[in-house]
């Protein structure tokens, strides 16, 4: 007898769930593909901003230079002029120097022989300069096929007048030897402008002189921020399509740029993506086998780019709010200064209160404590800086029990300990008494409320800190209010001061 084999069975659904996968990966590969040259080509355009920006700063750091090595040539000229504007004479520049041109006060040209030339009275620069305007950068002049130039011009004064003006002549090309370091391609430009729009000169150098004004740089993106990056459709002087970097330097009234053509980025770009196509052919039914593994290394990838980028954003809002702070310390200063009415005594409390403020943003750099603050770090930091000023024979100690506070409560916090102990060193050790005043911080009880003690032996004050009119009472009565707290100032055997504050868990 035999038994009759029975044909294998197939799970229906396993099947159609390979041949899905097979007749997907056809699909998949490609969009995959097309994510990774998105994101290649994202890269390689962040990579080009950020490279045009590095180079307009290194621009901006070689305009900055030309312009002061010039002043300074102009300055050195203007003293060998003597001082007696009638014998003004040009003398001959060193090799390498340029050409400098010399006016007298009516604008009249003063010429090497002696005679006298155009007169340039009606020139803008001139004018400026004769106006008051201690030096000046006269834009490019000249035609295309002879010598382009653009001046630096320096105001002369004799005896407190107008005297004249010097000028220093630069080739239009001066910028050619940062244009080849920078090195952004053969399309690439590198240039300086007035902030009145008018430019200064650029390399490669343009067929004729512009003014930029009413172009994009000037109406869009240098009202948002002083330097950047943006994608221009077509440049004002030649119509080609760039990726401009700028930078302001408002000290100097310039803005420099350096420009990369987006024809030599897109060019650089396909032909990184060809020369990765043909080395990827060989190995194409090997990453169809990854690309399921691939996609999700790419999306772990980008889960951590968005990490990154949450944690820069984080790390920028904390530098904010360091600046925030110090601003508002400083306006804190401001006030302190205009309730001083006796400058003798008054300047040196002032420098202690400032320094009670300074102690605070520099326990924040210090301990990277953005958004709380050891007070017990920072008050020893602060008292130690005090125990410096004591008086001979008092001795100043403390004990500060680990407390946490916000920024907010950190300055009057310090500014009151600043006050309370600076006033027993003014008042409560006279003709050299010995003695000690000692500082506790402390939580006597669990809760939200701290508890700060300044106590002295000394003979007391004239003035206790918690009434009275002055200044000090005036400070301390205004920062308790501040920190929501309570203060009291009592004689015993010296003074003792009690403040009692809110503060949150820690």
């Known amino acids: 007898m035999t038994t009759a084999l ?282 169809v086998a990854l690309c399921g593994w691939a996609i999700m290394l790419l999306l772990r990838h980008e889960r951590s780019r968005v990490a990154l980028e949450v944690a820069l954003d984080q790390n920028r809002m904390l530098f904010q709010e360091i600046h925030h702070r110090v601003k508002n310390n400083l306006q804190q200063v401001a006030a302190l200064v205009k309730l001083q009415q006796a400058p003798a005594q008054m300047k040196e409390d002032l420098i202690r209160r400032i320094a009670a403020m300074s102690a605070v943003h520099q326990h924040i750099y210090e301990s990277d404590q953005f958004g709380a603050l050891d007070a017990e770090g920072y008050l020893a930091k602060l008292l130690a800086g005090l125990r410096d000023s004591a008086p001979p024979g008092v001795d100043l100690d403390w004990r500060l029990d680990p407390l946490t506070v916000s920024p907010d409560q950190a300055l009057p916090l310090g500014l009151i300990v600043n006050e309370v102990v600076a006033n027993a060193f003014k008042h409560g050790f006279p003709d050299g008494k010995a003695g000690r005043v000692s500082v506790t911080l402390e939580r006597p009880l669990p809760g939200s409320e701290a508890l700060l003690t300044i106590a002295d032996t000394g003979v007391g004050m004239a003035e206790i800190p918690s009434g009275g009119l002055g200044l000090g009472t005036r400070l301390i009565a205004g920062l308790t209010q501040q920190l929501e707290g309570k203060s009291t100032a009592t004689r015993d055997n010296g003074v003792r001061f009690e403040l009692r504050f809110p503060v949150g868990g820690g």
């Not at 050195?76 to 340029?98: I, K, V």
């Not at 096929?145 to 005297?163: K, P, S, V």
């Not at 009202?223 to 459709?233: L, M, T, W």
């Open 6 to 287: 029975k044909p294998r069975t197939t799970r229906p659904g396993g099947i159609r769930a390979a041949i899905s996968l097979l007749l997907l990966i056809p699909i998949l590969v490609p969009l995959f593909a097309a994510a990774l040259i998105w994101l290649s080509e994202r890269d390689a355009s962040r990579a080009s901003e950020d490279r045009v920006l590095a180079a307009a700063r290194i621009v901006s750091a070689n305009v900055r230079n030309m312009v002061t090595i010039t002043l300074d040539r102009l300055r050195r000229m203007d003293e060998a002029l003597g001082p007696d504007p009638l014998l003004f004479a040009p003398r001959p520049g060193a090799p390498g120097e340029g050409l400098t041109q010399l006016y007298d006060a009516t604008g009249t040209t003063l010429m090497a022989n002696g005679q006298r030339g155009a007169n340039v009275a009606n020139n803008p620069a001139f004018v400026a300069l004769a106006g008051g305007d201690p030096w000046t950068i006269t834009p490019l002049l000249g035609q295309a096929g002879a010598l382009r130039f653009f001046g630096i011009a320096r105001r002369i004064e004799r005896n407190g007048q107008f005297a004249g003006v010097i000028t220093a002549l630069l080739p239009a090309d001066s910028l050619s030897e940062v244009w080849s370091e920078v090195s952004l391609g053969v399309e690439s430009t590198v240039g300086v402008i007035r902030d009145d729009g008018a430019l200064v000169t650029r390399y490669p150098v343009p067929a004729e002189g512009v003014n930029l004004a009413s172009f994009e740089l000037f109406t869009i993106h240098l009202p948002k921020s002083a330097d950047g990056v943006y994608v221009s459709a077509a440049s004002p002087v030649d119509r080609i399509p760039r990726i401009v970097g700028y930078q302001s330097l408002k000290d100097l009234g310039l803005i420099v740029t350096a420009s990369r053509s987006r024809a030599e980025t897109a060019d650089a770009f396909w032909n990184r993506v060809g020369s990765t196509a043909l080395v990827a052919a060989p190995v194409f039914i090997v990453m």
